[in-house]
């Protein structure tokens, strides 16, 4: 993995995290790869395309060999679910070995809560088919007016955590064990770019307040 440790890679999404900022209706989910990516590049040279392909480890729309498929769930909504007859879903970014990456990566932006969205991405980095060591997650919500308070807060909070059981619930015995280290991120920022950072706890089994503590 060009001996990049997971501590390297979280900084530069922490630093994403932490220095991101609103700029009206115009950014989506494409403006934070390419940021991710340059950031990511700059410091180490993962995306090497000149030279020896062994040393590209940094590999953008990573097909997972977990398979998924869109299903009506019981209220008649179309979700992802996995399914042998399906078709690979795609990580944003894997970085190691094309055929065995140490780490997998997705993003998302939007300007409220997504949920089926984000059940996905976690569904995806949670899949014991998909062979990462480690799995990170950051979703930004940009927020038109102020960071939501309250009972909008409390329902924000109760949907992380909702989708983070969802994506549990939907994989069953596929889910992956306690050894892959999970990083998933939520990074809220409103229009006056204060912001708010949550992460998912294992202990607590739920997300709280702050960015995650890296050793």
């Known amino acids: 993995m060009n001996n990049l440790k997971t501590k390297e890679v979280l900084d530069v999404i922490l630093d994403v995290a932490k220095s991101i900022k609103y700029s009206g209706l115009m950014l989506n989910e ?14 180490y040279n993962l995306l090497n395309l000149t030279g020896d392909n062994k040393a590209i480890t940094l590999h953008p729309e990573w097909p997972t060999f977990g398979r998924y498929r869109r299903e009506e769930n019981i209220n008649k909504q179309k979700v992802y679910k996995p399914n042998a007859n399906g078709r690979p879903g795609f990580i944003d970014f894997a ?4 055929n065995k990456p140490d780490i997998g990566i997705e993003f998302s932006l939007k300007y409220s809560w997504s949920n089926e969205k984000c059940v996905f991405d ?4 949670l899949d014991k088919k998909n062979p ?3 799995s990170i997650s950051l979703n930004v919500i940009f927020w038109t007016r102020q960071l ?5 807060l409390k329902r924000l909070e109760r949907n992380m955590n909702d989708a983070f059981r969802e994506a549990v619930n939907r994989l069953k015995d596929e889910v992956c064990d306690n050894s892959r280290e999970i990083y998933f ?3 809220e920022i409103d229009k006056d ?17 702050g960015l ?3 050793a």
Not at 30 to 43: A, I, P
Not at 148 to 152: L, P, R
């Open 95 to 98: 970085i190691g070995d094309y």
């Open 30 to 43: 494409r403006h934070l790869h390419h940021f991710f990516s340059h950031l990511l590049q700059e410091k």
């Open 212 to 214: 995650p503590v890296i």
């Open 185 to 187: 991120i939520v990074t």
């Open 132 to 134: 990462f060591n480690v």
């Open 193 to 209: 770019n204060n912001r708010r950072h949550w992460h998912y706890d294992r202990t607590s089994s739920r997300f709280k307040n």
């Open 122 to 125: 976690f569904l995806k980095l």
């Open 148 to 152: 939501v308070k309250g009972g909008y």
